[in-house]
């Protein structure tokens, strides 16, 4: 009997480069959830996860290699999968910590699914998470341990929460918290100020959240009559090595690579001339100074941005912040969650029509918009959804 092959919906790669690989997990009717899968020259491969809705498909592999979950809202449909990415967590060698990021109550939230298991097999630090609840406008960070003696027969329960709200000058802020089991009682840290970095040209719309080697994450808040955070990530422009000429050329490699990567991003030095080591084998190939090594040996993948936006009322505002979040967007992952006819009631409940999802992406000028997260209203007839897109924006697409 032939195995059945399991069918993800990957997104066509047409649209980027070979180093970004988002996908829908639960496809485009499915729950929510945005995997994408990075996999940068000489790195290891990581992965960012935006909204946990249905993740029924990502395999514990995958979970270890996310090095962060944004969450836009916890309405069941966005964050009903939590508790497989718990499950995924545990295991024998334990120590997985996972960063998360999310809207006012994350932190009560993971606490309520957590409190709602038995944890007395688990051994210390099976697992834990790095939390920040992104509140008001400004982040206010703290570490915290799970303690051994608040482990009772209903489970675990997680300290009590002594901070509160500290609005500071209209910049963002966040409550951090680390959590985790552990067999002594600690707590550790203090409250601390960290102030969020506003985006560069987005009229203080947009804020920086995340920064890892290669990538960062900007977020803006939007109104589902709770606040719904709407996120970009956006990939640097990489430059890496041509492995191959450099060994058929038969040059030595070196610390001189990294200097010459730093020279080419710098734009600073590349008239000087490389080591003597290499230069005795370079040379013969014409290859004399780090700007020759820079046009023959090295390689630049331009940057792209994705962009995530779910369950929002559509308004001047909202269009205003997605034009700065989402710009020149080489994918924009947007709900398309109501039809035109259905207008009023998309006022009503906070959610956007199709059109209004075409409108925001011709505002963001992005290259290709991905609907997804529709109405039940629309099952069977997603085909309208798009071609009322289409009326605002050229290059709409549907995943299923």
């Not at 960012?48 to 993740?55: A, M, Q, Y």
């Not at 969450?71 to 024998?92: A, P, W, Y």
């Not at 994705?306 to 308004?315: E, K, M």
């Not at 959610?351 to 505002?363: C, E, F, M, N, V």
Request: charged share 25%.
């Amino acid at each position: 009997m032939m195995k059945k092959t399991r069918k993800d919906p990957l997104i066509p790669q047409i649209f980027l480069s070979r180093t970004i690989f988002p996908r829908l997990v639960a496809g485009a009717e499915g729950d929510p959830a945005l995997y994408i899968d990075i996999r940068d020259h000489n790195k290891a491969e990581r992965a960012v996860l935006f909204d946990v809705g249905n993740i029924a498909r990502l395999s514990p592999p995958e979970i270890a290699k996310l090095d962060a979950v944004f969450i836009s809202h916890t309405h069941m449909d966005h964050f009903g999968g939590f508790d497989k990415l718990l499950r995924s967590m545990i295991n024998e060698e334990g120590g997985k910590r996972i960063t998360l990021y999310g809207p006012p109550g994350i932190i009560q939230c993971v606490r309520g699914r957590i409190s709602g298991y038995v944890w007395n097999l688990i051994d210390a630090e099976a697992f834990g998470f790095d939390i920040f609840e992104i509140r008001g406008e400004s982040l206010l960070h703290r570490s915290e341990e799970v303690l051994a003696d608040e482990i009772n027969e209903r489970g675990l329960r997680l300290a009590p929460n002594e901070l509160t709200h500290e609005a500071l000058d209209g910049s963002l802020h966040a409550l951090r918290v680390s959590a985790s089991i552990s067999t002594h009682a600690s707590i550790v840290g203090n409250p601390k100020i960290i102030r969020l970095e506003t985006a560069a040209d987005s009229n203080g719309l947009v804020h920086e959240i995340f920064n890892s080697d290669g990538y960062r994450v900007q977020m803006t808040p939007l109104f589902h009559k709770i606040p719904s955070l709407s996120y970009a990530m956006i990939h640097e422009d990489y430059i890496h090595i041509n492995a191959s000429e450099l060994l058929r050329l038969e040059i030595p490699d070196g610390m001189w690579i990294r200097t010459l990567k730093e020279k080419a991003q710098s734009g600073e030095g590349l008239g000087e001339l490389l080591p003597s080591n290499v230069y005795e084998v370079s040379s013969k190939h014409s290859i004399k100074s780090y700007q020759d090594a820079m046009m023959r040996l090295l390689e630049f993948s331009p940057g792209e941005r994705i962009a995530y936006s779910v369950d929002f009322l559509y308004s001047e505002d909202s269009e205003s912040r997605l034009a700065k979040l989402a710009s020149r967007a080489d994918l924009y992952f947007c709900e398309g969650y109501f039809q035109d006819e259905h207008e009023d009631r998309a006022t009503e409940k906070c959610h956007l029509t199709a059109s209004q999802a075409g409108r925001i992406a011709k505002a963001a000028n992005v290259k290709n918009l991905v609907l997804f997260h529709f109405s039940p209203l629309c099952m069977g007839r997603f085909s309208q959804n798009r071609d009322e897109a289409r009326r605002h924006h050229p290059s709409v697409h549907i995943y299923s």
